[in-house]
């Protein structure tokens, strides 16, 4: 006998089910298979080994979905390069694009999604933990940006579907909040190995970036994870981008002065180019224009500047070859410089998503090149390699914008095999990363979390300070006293010895501060006199929400040693009190963990 048919609502039903345990990491995982990745590192290693083969299956299938639209809007042949493009006549595609991406965030917004968690993001403040949703949401976005030819790169689309993936993996197996943090960054790892083909580049990406340190207890998951997505990579059809490319002569010791002065010039121009996102923000914020129509905006920009200039479309990968190969001059390169650096920014400004990894490789490749040039006109004697310095140039202008100087010079190392070159990049790399903490603070991602108001300097784990809530920490049963009590009657209500201090509420447990019960003892007080002429502290009050450093810091401005803590500032409401002495151990404490983590 058959069972009754299903109907189209219990269908629904079973979906919606089938949904909800997958997000709540109900994969059918054996539970010996958990145990074994949580509590052995080969078991780890092993995982984020999966998770890279993952992370370049993603990378695979984005790459190939570029490159199909490039074919299908722009009229590329297969295997050709968006900014190899020498004529292009179509100044709406890019528009077309902002169209798509506008009807994504109004639909977003009826759903109440309005923002996504990156990778950095997840690992400073969260634990790892992403949802897999929205980053595959903002690799799509990130994806019909760079298909539509807007100036941006598909990078950033990479290493979020990459973590996101891992996060979910790792969520599914129950790990650790510190194993989350390094699956996370081993997906984004895997993402970027899978890229470029190099698997220290991707590696060295989530030691700087995503992870913001090295520690032995990384290498292995992380370099497992890189390796597996270089080889799964290989096998999917190759790298979206390789490049083969040699220095026309050996790196000398004179060589090095120049090298450092390309990453001055990299690291200035990294922090002037970072500088320009809020202003481009601003101009489309002065159209009036409603937000979301932004990207139509910028596209037609984008399209009008393509007509000029075809290179300045999409990540720049043909444009890239084009600085390294041809002898172009000085004022070519500049130019093309300077039209990539202003259409990137317009791009991102206008809301298209994705980032400036590829762009300021292109950008520091043609700055190299340009200083070559000139050094040569000028000292003949010197005889720069024109391609040497692009290839430094591209690794210190994007270890400026990236944060990432190591990641770019094993860039460089993977590229060309050639050791002496790598140490002239990483001399310029260091230099210009240097350049950009030192004058400027922020690297690209941490400047965007700058201009949204957070206060993410990297992805080290600083979620548990903010975790550390003053609710967590506060006691909810300080004594209290009327403040309308004589101090006769404190006197009695409270013996020396039988507390330290009391807050002071009126009926509806609005506080008017805390009175010392040694104080209110001393002699030739006047027993009639209120006891509220005693309080201290009145005006200096904690909420729940406060972190233990916004805590810390009433603390230091009051030089109090007991704060009240209130339901909100303004009722005041009494809902209990924090000792300094006591917030400070609770922090030390914390702070241990984190450490030994």
Excluded at 495 to 517: E, F, W
């Amino acid at each position: 006998m058959t069972g009754p048919a299903e109907t189209p609502h219990s269908a629904h039903r079973r979906l919606r089910a089938l949904l909800d345990w997958t997000s709540r990491g109900g994969a059918l995982v054996p539970a010996f298979l958990r145990r074994f990745v949580r509590s052995r590192e080969l078991g780890l290693v092993l995982f984020a080994a999966i998770v890279g083969v993952v992370a370049a299956a993603f990378v695979a299938l984005m790459g190939a979905l570029a490159a199909q639209a490039h074919i299908l809007f722009f009229r590329l042949q297969p295997g050709g390069r968006l900014s190899d493009l020498t004529h292009f006549d179509n100044p709406f595609v890019p528009a077309l694009g902002g169209l798509l991406l506008c009807a994504m965030t109004w639909l977003g917004a009826r759903v109440g999604r309005t923002s996504v968690v990156d990778p950095i993001e997840a690992n400073a403040l969260r634990g790892g933990r992403m949802s897999f949703r929205d980053s595959a949401l903002l690799a799509l976005q990130t994806l019909i940006s760079n298909g539509f030819g807007a100036s941006v790169g598909l990078e950033a689309g990479y290493t979020q579907i990459g973590a996101g993936a891992g996060s979910r993996m790792g969520a599914w197996m129950r790990l650790r909040r510190e194993d989350m943090r390094i699956i996370l960054a081993s997906g984004a790892a895997g993402a970027i190995a899978a890229a470029f083909n190099g698997p220290l580049t991707g590696a060295f990406y989530a030691f700087e970036l995503v992870l913001a340190q090295y520690a032995i207890a990384y290498v292995a998951p992380v370099m497992a994870a890189s390796i597996s997505a270089s080889l799964a990579m290989n096998a999917l059809g190759g790298a979206p981008f390789a490049l083969a490319i040699n220095a026309e002569r050996p790196v000398v010791a004179w060589d090095f002065p120049w090298f450092i002065l390309l990453g001055l010039v990299c690291g200035v121009i990294g922090i002037l180019w970072m500088r320009t996102l809020p202003i481009a923000e601003r101009l489309f914020a002065a159209t009036r224009a409603p937000r979301m129509t932004h990207p139509i905006i910028g596209g037609l920009i984008i399209g009008e500047m393509a007509t000029l200039n075809p290179q300045i479309l999409s990540a720049g990968h043909g444009a890239l070859e084009f600085a390294l190969f041809v002898g172009i001059g000085v004022g070519a390169a500049l130019l093309l410089a300077g039209l990539k650096m202003l259409a990137s920014t317009l791009s991102l400004g206008a809301g298209f998503r994705g980032g400036l990894f590829f762009s300021s490789l292109l950008v520091g490749a043609l700055i190299g090149r340009a200083l070559a040039l000139e050094v040569s006109a000028l000292w003949p004697q010197v005889t720069p390699d024109p391609v040497a310095f692009a290839l430094a140039g591209m690794g210190a202008l994007a270890a400026a914008v990236i944060g990432t100087p190591l990641t770019m010079s094993f860039l460089v190392l993977e590229t060309t095999s050639d050791y002496g070159l790598t140490g002239a990049v990483l001399a310029a790399a260091v230099t210009s990363n240097l350049v950009a903490r030192e004058l400027f603070g922020y690297s690209f991602s941490t400047w965007r979390f700058h201009l949204r108001g957070e206060t993410v300097r990297s992805a080290r784990d600083v979620g548990w300070v903010r975790e550390l809530t003053v609710a967590r920490l506060m006691r909810t049963d300080p004594a209290t006293a009327p403040h309308g009590t004589t101090i006769g009657a404190f006197q009695r209500l409270f013996p020396l010895g039988s507390r330290q201090r009391v807050v002071l509420v009126d009926a509806d447990r609005r506080t008017h501060g805390i009175v010392l019960v040694a104080q209110a003892h001393a002699d030739g007080l006047d027993e009639a006199a209120p006891v509220l002429s005693l309080a201290h502290t009145e005006d200096a009050l904690l909420v729940p929400a406060m972190s233990i450093k916004d805590a810390m810091r009433a603390f230091d401005e009051t030089e109090s040693d007991t704060l009240v803590v209130v339901d909100n500032m303004t009722d005041r409401r009494l809902v209990g009190s924090l000792n300094e002495t006591y917030a400070t151990r609770r922090y030390a404490e914390e702070m241990e963990r984190a450490q030994a983590l």
